[in-house]
Protein backbone atom coordinates (compact mmCIF):
# COMPACT_ATOMS: atom_id res chain seq x y z
CA UNK A 1 0.00 0.00 0.00
CA UNK A 2 1.23 3.63 -0.72
CA UNK A 3 2.12 5.30 1.91
CA UNK A 4 1.20 9.16 2.80
CA UNK A 5 2.14 11.15 -0.17
CA UNK A 6 3.93 14.95 -0.23
CA UNK A 7 4.89 17.09 -2.89
CA UNK A 8 6.85 19.08 -3.10
CA UNK A 9 10.00 16.84 -1.30
CA UNK A 10 11.66 20.47 -1.21
CA UNK A 11 10.54 23.83 -2.10
CA UNK A 12 12.55 27.39 -1.83
CA UNK A 13 11.14 30.42 -2.81
CA UNK A 14 11.73 34.08 -2.03
CA UNK A 15 9.92 35.83 1.09
CA UNK A 16 6.40 37.21 -0.37
CA UNK A 17 5.42 34.38 -2.20
CA UNK A 18 2.52 32.00 -1.79
CA UNK A 19 3.41 28.56 -0.74
CA UNK A 20 1.25 25.65 -1.54
CA UNK A 21 2.24 22.01 -0.02
CA UNK A 22 0.09 19.02 -0.66
CA UNK A 23 -0.71 15.81 0.79
CA UNK A 24 -2.17 12.54 0.10
CA UNK A 25 -3.65 10.37 2.75
CA UNK A 26 -3.47 6.72 3.12
CA UNK A 27 -6.90 5.67 1.48
CA UNK A 28 -9.17 4.61 4.27
CA UNK A 29 -8.27 6.89 7.26
CA UNK A 30 -10.35 9.40 8.45
CA UNK A 31 -8.15 11.73 9.99
CA UNK A 32 -5.32 14.10 8.42
CA UNK A 33 -2.96 16.00 10.52
CA UNK A 34 -0.18 18.73 9.50
CA UNK A 35 3.13 19.41 11.48
CA UNK A 36 6.25 21.65 11.56
CA UNK A 37 8.98 20.58 12.39
CA UNK A 38 11.87 22.78 13.24
CA UNK A 39 15.30 22.07 15.23
CA UNK A 40 13.92 25.08 18.22
CA UNK A 41 10.59 24.10 18.33
CA UNK A 42 10.55 21.04 17.75
CA UNK A 43 7.48 19.25 15.86
CA UNK A 44 4.20 21.28 16.38
CA UNK A 45 0.64 20.29 15.42
CA UNK A 46 -0.63 23.02 13.02
CA UNK A 47 -4.22 21.57 11.85
CA UNK A 48 -6.32 18.43 11.67
CA UNK A 49 -9.03 17.24 9.98
CA UNK A 50 -11.78 13.86 10.77
CA UNK A 51 -13.49 13.28 7.97
CA UNK A 52 -12.59 16.33 5.65
CA UNK A 53 -13.83 18.51 8.31
CA UNK A 54 -11.18 20.78 10.38
CA UNK A 55 -11.00 19.79 14.08
CA UNK A 56 -8.72 21.80 15.74
CA UNK A 57 -6.40 25.06 14.17
CA UNK A 58 -4.74 26.45 17.54
CA UNK A 59 -2.04 25.49 16.27
CA UNK A 60 -2.09 27.34 12.73
CA UNK A 61 0.52 30.83 13.45
CA UNK A 62 -1.88 32.84 12.15
CA UNK A 63 -3.83 34.55 9.41
CA UNK A 64 -0.81 33.64 6.38
CA UNK A 65 -1.48 30.09 7.40
CA UNK A 66 -4.55 28.24 5.35
CA UNK A 67 -5.29 24.62 5.06
CA UNK A 68 -7.99 22.40 3.24
CA UNK A 69 -9.33 19.13 2.55
CA UNK A 70 -11.97 18.92 -0.21
CA UNK A 71 -11.86 15.38 -0.35
CA UNK A 72 -10.93 12.08 1.72
CA UNK A 73 -8.04 12.04 -0.68
CA UNK A 74 -6.47 15.46 -0.96
CA UNK A 75 -5.26 18.12 1.42
CA UNK A 76 -3.13 21.16 1.08
CA UNK A 77 -1.36 24.11 3.19
CA UNK A 78 -1.09 27.05 2.35
CA UNK A 79 0.95 30.21 3.07
CA UNK A 80 0.21 33.53 1.77
CA UNK A 81 2.40 35.67 1.95
CA UNK A 82 5.58 33.66 3.24
CA UNK A 83 8.10 34.38 5.48
CA UNK A 84 11.92 33.75 6.31
CA UNK A 85 10.66 32.34 9.66
CA UNK A 86 8.29 30.20 7.56
CA UNK A 87 10.98 27.63 7.20
CA UNK A 88 10.66 24.55 8.55
CA UNK A 89 9.82 21.25 7.40
CA UNK A 90 6.48 20.07 7.11
CA UNK A 91 4.92 16.65 7.64
CA UNK A 92 1.58 15.49 6.99
CA UNK A 93 0.13 12.26 8.40
CA UNK A 94 -3.05 10.26 8.73
CA UNK A 95 -4.18 7.90 10.84
CA UNK A 96 -7.60 5.71 10.85
CA UNK A 97 -9.31 6.81 13.77
CA UNK A 98 -8.60 9.29 16.41
CA UNK A 99 -6.60 6.83 19.26
CA UNK A 100 -4.54 4.84 16.47
CA UNK A 101 -0.85 5.63 15.06
CA UNK A 102 -0.27 8.04 12.96
CA UNK A 103 1.59 7.45 9.46
CA UNK A 104 3.15 10.40 8.15
CA UNK A 105 4.74 11.63 4.92
CA UNK A 106 8.65 12.28 4.33
CA UNK A 107 7.64 15.87 4.89
CA UNK A 108 8.44 18.94 2.56
CA UNK A 109 10.99 20.46 3.12
CA UNK A 110 10.71 24.33 2.67
CA UNK A 111 12.99 27.70 2.94
CA UNK A 112 11.75 30.87 2.37
CA UNK A 113 14.71 33.44 1.60
CA UNK B 1 5.11 22.75 30.20
CA UNK B 2 5.63 20.69 27.39
CA UNK B 3 3.73 17.48 27.20
CA UNK B 4 6.10 14.47 27.14
CA UNK B 5 9.18 14.99 27.38
CA UNK B 6 12.36 12.67 26.56
CA UNK B 7 15.67 12.15 28.69
CA UNK B 8 18.30 12.03 27.78
CA UNK B 9 18.08 14.86 24.79
CA UNK B 10 21.43 12.78 22.74
CA UNK B 11 22.32 8.83 23.66
CA UNK B 12 25.43 7.56 22.16
CA UNK B 13 26.22 3.42 22.78
CA UNK B 14 28.40 1.19 21.07
CA UNK B 15 26.42 -1.85 18.42
CA UNK B 16 25.25 -4.17 20.86
CA UNK B 17 24.56 -2.01 24.05
CA UNK B 18 21.13 -1.61 25.17
CA UNK B 19 19.98 1.83 24.91
CA UNK B 20 17.15 3.44 27.36
CA UNK B 21 14.86 6.57 26.77
CA UNK B 22 12.84 8.04 29.02
CA UNK B 23 9.66 10.13 28.39
CA UNK B 24 7.68 12.21 31.15
CA UNK B 25 4.26 13.48 30.99
CA UNK B 26 1.64 15.73 32.54
CA UNK B 27 -1.92 14.88 31.85
CA UNK B 28 -3.58 11.45 32.11
CA UNK B 29 -3.56 9.63 28.68
CA UNK B 30 -5.33 6.99 26.65
CA UNK B 31 -2.31 5.83 24.93
CA UNK B 32 1.28 7.25 24.71
CA UNK B 33 3.05 6.01 21.46
CA UNK B 34 6.77 6.11 20.72
CA UNK B 35 7.64 7.07 17.10
CA UNK B 36 11.06 6.82 15.28
CA UNK B 37 12.78 9.13 12.85
CA UNK B 38 15.68 8.50 10.36
CA UNK B 39 17.28 11.84 9.41
CA UNK B 40 15.58 13.06 6.35
CA UNK B 41 12.62 11.35 6.59
CA UNK B 42 9.05 11.11 8.20
CA UNK B 43 8.68 9.55 11.79
CA UNK B 44 7.49 6.07 12.07
CA UNK B 45 5.38 4.23 14.31
CA UNK B 46 6.56 2.11 16.45
CA UNK B 47 4.73 1.15 19.58
CA UNK B 48 1.80 2.12 21.30
CA UNK B 49 1.03 1.53 24.48
CA UNK B 50 -2.58 1.60 26.65
CA UNK B 51 -3.08 3.43 29.86
CA UNK B 52 -4.19 0.40 31.55
CA UNK B 53 -0.77 -1.87 30.23
CA UNK B 54 2.55 -1.44 32.41
CA UNK B 55 4.57 -3.27 29.56
CA UNK B 56 4.74 -4.01 25.93
CA UNK B 57 7.07 -5.79 23.72
CA UNK B 58 7.84 -5.70 19.78
CA UNK B 59 10.98 -7.11 18.52
CA UNK B 60 13.86 -5.91 20.52
CA UNK B 61 12.02 -2.95 21.82
CA UNK B 62 10.15 -2.89 25.04
CA UNK B 63 8.17 -0.24 26.68
CA UNK B 64 6.74 0.76 30.02
CA UNK B 65 4.35 2.86 31.64
CA UNK B 66 3.63 4.23 34.69
CA UNK B 67 0.75 5.99 34.86
CA UNK B 68 0.99 6.79 38.70
CA UNK B 69 4.55 8.41 37.82
CA UNK B 70 3.39 9.95 34.06
CA UNK B 71 6.23 8.33 32.46
CA UNK B 72 7.17 5.81 29.88
CA UNK B 73 10.59 4.38 28.96
CA UNK B 74 11.97 2.68 25.69
CA UNK B 75 14.57 -0.03 25.29
CA UNK B 76 16.12 -1.00 22.75
CA UNK B 77 18.00 -4.11 23.29
CA UNK B 78 21.44 -5.38 21.38
CA UNK B 79 21.38 -2.36 19.29
CA UNK B 80 22.32 -2.25 15.75
CA UNK B 81 24.06 1.05 13.44
CA UNK B 82 20.96 0.70 12.08
CA UNK B 83 18.90 2.20 14.81
CA UNK B 84 20.57 5.51 15.02
CA UNK B 85 17.85 7.77 14.61
CA UNK B 86 15.29 10.07 16.53
CA UNK B 87 12.78 8.49 19.36
CA UNK B 88 10.00 10.70 20.35
CA UNK B 89 7.32 10.19 22.45
CA UNK B 90 3.46 10.93 22.02
CA UNK B 91 0.33 11.18 24.39
CA UNK B 92 -3.10 10.82 23.58
CA UNK B 93 -4.71 13.12 25.92
CA UNK B 94 -7.81 11.34 27.68
CA UNK B 95 -10.89 13.86 27.85
CA UNK B 96 -11.10 17.11 26.60
CA UNK B 97 -12.19 18.37 22.59
CA UNK B 98 -8.35 16.95 21.68
CA UNK B 99 -9.69 13.41 20.28
CA UNK B 100 -7.33 12.09 17.85
CA UNK B 101 -4.26 14.77 18.42
CA UNK B 102 -0.83 14.12 19.60
CA UNK B 103 0.99 16.22 21.53
CA UNK B 104 5.52 14.85 20.77
CA UNK B 105 8.25 15.37 22.72
CA UNK B 106 11.14 17.03 21.69
CA UNK B 107 12.75 13.89 21.00
CA UNK B 108 15.88 11.45 21.92
CA UNK B 109 18.47 11.18 19.22
CA UNK B 110 20.46 8.37 19.60
CA UNK B 111 23.63 7.65 17.67
CA UNK B 112 24.85 3.78 17.76
CA UNK B 113 28.25 3.65 16.47
CA UNK B 114 29.50 0.07 14.95
Known amino acids: DAGVIQSPRHEVTEMGQEVTLRCKPI?????LFWYRQTMMRGLELLIYFNNNVPIDDSGMPEDRFSAKMPNASFSTLKIQPSEPRDSAVYFC???????????FGDGTRLSIL | SQQGEEDPQALSIQEGENATMNCSYKTSINNLQWYRQNSGRGLVHLILIRSNEREKHSGRLRVTLDTSKKSSSLLITASRAADTASYFC??????????????FGQGTILTVHP
Open chain 2, 90 to 103: ATDRAGGTSYGKLT
Open chain 1, 27 to 31: SGHDY
Open chain 1, 93 to 103: ASSPTGHQPQH
